[in-house]
């Protein structure tokens, strides 16, 4: 027979999570003890599937490598989701609550996150998941990351003007112009038309008011 191994109180098991706090005695034939585990949870295991390495933890350790495993690279690990994730879940929740969303759809594809990860890349700073064609679906030839102020040009409630063959949002016809909105206004309410508004430069525009 093998002699006795003793422990002592307060030892930590070697390659576990778990520290020995005292005997339970005999089971039949097992010698059975009591462990605490690192994340603070008591349980009772027989000693020697702790030394053999059966048990190395209350259970917490498995559960945190099949959450690792099921959220792809730790994403989503202890509450540290990264952007990616986040806007993942995000566009499943808003497709299957949001009514504005109806008849939108996320391909087959991207049910599953690592499938996703792998078409869009990890989310840039400050920047949202945007469909190209907002009247189609959440698909890898329709979306992109996006910035807010690109996102609100391609909203539907965005109005497009055409000027000199091109088109733009009033708001992006300022920025390339370089004027605000509220000159644009103050030009119609003059009784400028929209084109002349948006068109004239500063100089000319004080001339015309002169």
């Given at each position: ?40 949870t ?20 498995r ?73 189609g ?15 609100a040009?391609?909203?539907?409630n ?27 206004k ?25």
């Amino acid at each position: 027979m093998p002699p006795r191994i003793e422990l002592i109180t307060g030892q930590v098991m070697e390659n576990t999570r778990l520290t020995y706090l005292g005997e339970l005695g005999m089971r039949g034939k097992t010698r059975w003890c009591q462990f605490k585990c690192e994340c603070g949870t008591i349980i009772d295991k027989p000693l020697a599937w702790v030394r053999h390495l059966n048990t190395t933890s209350c259970g917490c350790y498995r559960s945190e490598v099949v959450a690792e495993k099921n959220t792809v690279h730790s994403q989503a690990v202890r509450g540290n989701a990264t952007g990616a994730y986040r806007s993942w879940t995000a566009m499943h929740q808003r497709v299957k609550v949001n009514p504005k969303y109806a008849g939108i759809s996320i391909c087959k594809r991207w049910d599953d996150f690592e499938a996703f990860f792998a078409d869009m890349g990890q989310r840039p700073d400050k920047h949202s998941i945007e469909r190209k064609d907002n009247a189609g679906d959440y698909e890898p030839s329709n979306c992109i990351w996006a910035t807010v102020s690109t996102q609100a040009q391609n909203t539907t409630n965005t109005k497009l003007i055409t000027l000199n063959n091109q088109t733009h949002s009033i708001n992006e016809w300022c920025r390339i112009m370089g004027i605000g909105y509220h000159i644009i206004k103050q030009r119609r309410h003059r009784g400028m038309s929209l084109e002349d508004a948006i068109l004239t430069p500063m100089d000319k525009a004080k001339s015309h008011k002169k």
